[in-house]
């Protein structure tokens, strides 16, 4: 068991970490932010944290620390959310598992399947996986646009092995202040079922530069989301995970593989994002940042290559977004036919 008052950190507070780690402060909670984006740190010492919601804003002060400050500290953490991109998960684990109690708990709050790198890294013990439901952005320094609210957001939060069983509660508690939160009993396949929604929306709005709402209305972009869903749904099987509910679905809810893949997108598209929301790799290619594709299409694309499946519509995504980062395309709706041309083995 973690303490009452359980230290916590959040290590990463961009979009998702900050407007999460101001929910647990508003909580009362003993939280600490810890941040690697200079100008955000002192933007938010300065002001504190502002989260605009669609019907209120709140401004939280807060104490954020910069990565490098995370070697002054001398007081382990009970529990700390990883709120980076899936790529950051490694070496963010390796960087604070030194600082995590002997009973502490890890949790990326992340797509991707991110519980296996914290798991290596600070043990299995310390592990919970958790999938995240909420629509958020920031382009700004202490400021972030929570879209989904308190009361629309979801998550699930599961042991990553039966080592670390039965402590889901633990993380529920806190969470519970920022969304719902379900305790998955198999997070592998809750996580895989995430990939599922996201091997279509993700990569392929961005593709088109577009907010995911636009993108689905475009002729053929829907069918080409659905193929790349219903992809991550059999590499998913593939890895030896099952078809489960998420977004506070219930079992009946769950289908056959190729139509689960259209009801999760449809349940993104009615629950969980406005007409302009942008997706979390088309806000990073807007700050020339790099974006998840890897962790997202790669992933799916390397699972069903291992099983001797092929999957041309993630292959696609991946070489397109690939193209676009190394700067000989440009992200833009003009990129519709070349999208929705995906190369099929003879
Ligand atoms: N945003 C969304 O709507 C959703 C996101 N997710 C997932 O949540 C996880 C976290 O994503 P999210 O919070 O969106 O990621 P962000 O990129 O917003 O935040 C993560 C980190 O990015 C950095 N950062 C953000 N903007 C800038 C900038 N302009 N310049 C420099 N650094 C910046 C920060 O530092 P640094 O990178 O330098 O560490 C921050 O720690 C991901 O796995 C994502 O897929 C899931 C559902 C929806
Ligand atoms: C589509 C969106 C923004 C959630 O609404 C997302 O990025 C996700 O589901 O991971």
Redesign the pocket.
């Known amino acids: 068991m973690t303490r009452a008052n359980p230290r916590i950190a959040v ?8 407007s999460i780690g101001a929910d647990l402060l508003r909580a009362g909670l003993d939280v600490t932010y810890i ?3 200079p ?2 740190v002192e933007a938010m010492r300065e002001r504190g944290i502002e989260v605009r919601l669609p019907d209120e804003t709140h401004v939280t002060p807060v104490h954020p620390l910069h ?1 490098c400050e995370v070697a002054t500290l001398r007081e382990p953490f009970d529990i700390v959310f990883i ?4 790529y ?2 490694r070496w ?1 684990a390796e960087l604070i598992a030194p600082h995590v109690a002997d009973n502490g708990l890890v949790v ?5 399947m ?1 519980q296996d790198a914290i798991a290596a890294a600070v043990g299995p013990h310390r592990t919970m996986g958790a999938v ?10 202490g400021i ?1 646009n929570r ?2 609210p308190v009361a629309g957001s979801w998550f699930a939060v599961g042991a990553y092995d039966d080592s670390a069983r039965g402590r889901e509660p633990e993380i529920q508690a806190v969470l519970s202040h920022t969304g719902r939160v379900d305790v998955s009993d198999d997070i592998r396949s809750s996580k895989w079922m ?1 990939l599922v929604a ?1 091997a279509g929306e ?1 990569v392929p709005s961005a593709i088109l530069d577009l907010p995911l709402a636009s993108a689905v209305a475009l002729p053929g972009v829907h069918d080409f989301m659905i193929e790349c869903g219903k992809e991550a749904a059999r590499a998913a099987l593939a890895d030896g995970s099952r078809l489960v509910p998420i977004f506070g679905l219930t079992d009946d809810a769950v289908t056959d593989p190729d139509r689960y893949a259209s009801d999760l997108l449809g349940a993104v598209l009615d629950g ?1 994002s406005l007409p302009d ?5 088309l ?2 290619w807007m ?3 790099h974006g ?1 594709y890897a ?2 299409n790669g992933l799916i694309v390397s699972v069903l290559e291992a099983a001797g499946q092929d999957a041309p519509y993630n292959a696609h995504t991946v070489h397109l977004a690939r193209e676009i980062e190394a700067g000989r395309m440009p992200r833009s709706v003009d990129n519709l036919d070349v999208l929705l041309d995906v190369p099929r083995r003879d």
């Open positions: 290590l990463g507070t961009g979009a998702q970490g900050a941040e690697q984006w100008a955000h990565l709120v980076v991109k899936a950051d998960t963010v990326g709050l992340q797509n991707g991110t995240i439901e909420v629509a958020s952005n920031m382009f700004e320094p972030v879209q989904t995430k996201n993700l969980f929301t942008k997706t979390t790799v806000q990073d700050k020339d940042r998840e962790e997202v």
